[in-house]
């Protein structure tokens, strides 16, 4: 599983680099509203949805949603922030908090309003000033975080994180994920030079820290639903959802921090 997972990385890391930097912005378009489509797609289970009306209906409003979060994104940013930390209480007090929020309509609402932010989100760092060095900072921020997490996981992992949630993760994991990723600050802030480095540095960390729940999230989301993975689009990593789910939490609150 590794070996498939890091080949996998191998293959994909350069791909996006590629496309974030040199890439046709129209064919960076298309990528991102099919990530988007097969993300929408994926929730089909995690709310669930079975009826083929239904889930027609769904990416619909999905597509709405997405235009309307471009028009309103200052408001649906807030909104986003607020369904997050929402959303880590949830973790914190699962599965108790599973009797307020998990019905699928609500599910539904927090999928319709979380992945079009999400996408919204890439977009305005992308046109940010320095956005293509920000977007490659961030997401280096979270796959040095996870890769660091899984290993010192595997090697040291002893003290469970929130077993209810996800019995594979651990303190230690977390320990080693966060050190790693804050080197990765640490190469950005000398590359970009921010303004403030202290600011700098204490949102690389909420980055992470917020990136760990996003990843608790769809583990309760698919724990609630019996499923391993999301989906099996990606050899290694499963579906979109389950490679994507820190980035969801991530980019709007990274985003959010530059704007500070």
């Known amino acids: 599983m590794f070996l498939q997972r890091l080949i996998t990385t191998l293959i994909l890391v350069p791909l996006v680099l590629w496309l974030i930097f040199y890439g046709n912005q129209w064919l960076l378009a298309g990528i991102i509203l099919v990530i988007f489509l097969a993300a929408a797609r994926e929730c089909f289970q995690l709310i669930p949805l079975k009826n083929w009306q239904l889930q027609a209906g769904f990416v619909v409003l999905m ?3 997405l235009w309307a979060c471009g028009y309103l994104f200052t ?5 986003g922030l607020i369904i997050w930390a929402l959303n880590i209480v949830a973790i914190l007090s699962f599965p108790g908090s599973q009797k307020y929020w998990g ?21 305005h760092l992308y046109y940010f000033s320095n956005g293509k060095a920000l977007l ?10 996870d890769t660091g997490a899984y290993l010192s996981g595997k090697l040291m992992g002893k003290h469970k994180l929130i077993p209810q949630v996800s019995p594979g993760k651990s303190w230690e994991g977390v320990a080693g994920g966060v050190i790693l990723s804050m ?12 303004v403030s480095g202290v600011h700098w540095f204490i949102l690389a960390l909420c980055t992470i820290i917020i990136a760990i729940f996003g990843d608790l999230f769809i583990s309760i989301l698919k724990r609630r639903c019996h499923l391993k993975d999301t989906g099996a689009i990606i050899p290694g990593h499963g579906g979109i959802l389950d490679r994507l789910d820190s980035l969801i939490a991530a980019l709007p609150l990274f985003y959010f921090g530059l704007t500070l």
């Open 63 to 65: 597509l709405l949603c």
């Open 183 to 194: 080197l990765i600050a640490w190469v950005g802030y000398g590359y970009l030079h921010p």
């Open 103 to 123: 019905y699928p309509v609500i599910v539904a609402i927090v999928c319709l309003l979380l992945l079009p932010l999400f996408v919204q989100s890439l977009i």
């Open 136 to 145: 490659v900072c961030l997401l280096f921020l979270i796959w040095v975080s």
């Open 75 to 79: 408001y649906w940013l807030y909104a």
